[in-house]
């Protein structure tokens, strides 16, 4: 059959049917997930069913020679790999949750309606928010988020919606590149101690080049109008500024856990969460003494009265657990463990070979970025922590700049697109987006150029 043991009990399957047959899985898997947006089935549907069937077939082929342990035990590797991303995550996201229910974006967002800046300052302000939001808040809330302004403010003129969304999804992108909290990819590789916590600063310079290269050259062609100010208003429920500062004492938890007891972060997170438990425990325990019954006296200003009686409900933080991105957790399950089972059959020792060996570090790490545009970066920048290729930290720096960028480049490239495109349907389109990628492309580039100028 042609098979290679390569010492560690494991068999060389790139050349079996075993392993035709789960390449195929996971791309048609793929290839499901992409046409998320015009087939209405959820992208972890299909990752999980071939997650199951590719494990499957290895354990059948391991099974038959009496090696079932090996493949077991890279199973539970794969799992303990995931555990620690989803719990982590699942941290972020219900802070993330409380603080929408406390309406701390929803403030955000009326002061900035009824602020009364023209269009061109609109463009400029949201992306600078964008950029600078998204490094706490994953880059799919914050884009939603200032999309939503933007929507607010446009109103009909398409021009301004698209140039705004596109310049929208490049700073999330951007700015979630240089923060270990900002993306998937850039928290998979500070987990996996490829780069320490405030090394991932150093690319904070490069992301900046990668927002600011193409808003420029977006800035002249948005109309140069002043829409009419609003009234809008919308005052933040008791406890918002705590959750925050509990979800920034959260973060400090993780990083110190980390980086002075040598503790996974994700064990920092899980402390954080306590404390939102212990402090939801205390709004609710304090509502009808210094709120009212109906919630009278903590949400006043636009609040309507079934507005107040909402508010008045307890503070539950497993009800924030419960409207986490299931779909995406379950999809990052999905990922990892087809990803995993593709390298344990031996794929990625054949990619990495080819990219790492054969284009050399720098090429290679470009086409991740180039790569995720049009897969997502999920599952590019687990292969490259799986493949492990041996890199300085300039290089690992690199992958995790052009993981989070590279998807900028086109609208369905990230989660922030292709959100957007639902949100703002009609307007801001894949043909909008792409008609500006030669823009984008110039800032991926300068960013790249600045990165290694700088910490090369």
Sequence with gaps: ????????????????????????????????????????????????IAAGIIWALIALVYTTHDLGHAAEEAVRHNLLEYAELMLFLLVAMTYINAMQERRVFDALRAWLIRSGFGFRALFWMTGILAFFISPV???????????????????????????????????????????????????????????????????FVPSLVNFLVPAALMHFAVPDVKPEATSASAPMRRGARRIILLFFLTIATAVAFHNFLTLPPVLGMLTGLGYLQFFGFYLRMTYLKECGPNGEFCDRGELEKNERLEAAQPFDVFNKVAKAEWDTLLFFYGVVLCVGG??????????????????????????????????????????????????????????????????????????AGVALMGQARGKYTFFGHLKWTPAIAAGYVASILVHLWMNG
């Design 1 to 48: 059959m042609g098979w290679a043991s390569d010492g560690t009990e494991r068999f060389d399957l790139t050349g079996h049917p075993v392993g035709f047959i789960a390449l195929a899985i996971f791309v048609l898997a793929y290839l499901l997930v992409m046409a998320e947006e015009f087939l209405h089935l959820r992208k972890s549907k299909p990752v999980i």
């Design 137 to 203: 808040a994953d880059n799919l809330t914050t884009a939603l988020l200032m999309c939503a302004v933007v929507l607010a403010v446009g109103g009909d003129n398409t021009r301004f919606v698209t140039l705004a969304c596109i310049n929208i999804v490049v700073a999330a992108n951007a700015g979630g590149a240089f923060s270990p909290f900002g993306d998937i990819t850039t928290l998979m590789v500070w987990q996996k101690g490829m780069v320490e916590f405030f090394e991932f600063f150093q690319l």
């Design 342 to 415: 593709l390298g344990f059959i031996g794929y990625l020792g054949l990619a990495s070979e080819v990219m790492y060996s054969e284009w050399g570090p720098t090429a290679a790490n470009i086409a991740v970025g180039v790569i995720s545009a049009i897969v997502d970066n999920i599952p590019v920048m687990f292969a490259v922590l799986t493949m492990n290729p041996d890199m300085s930290q300039a290089q690992w720096l690199l992958v995790t700049l052009t993981a989070g960028v590279g998807g900028s480049l086109l609208s369905i490239g990230s989660a």
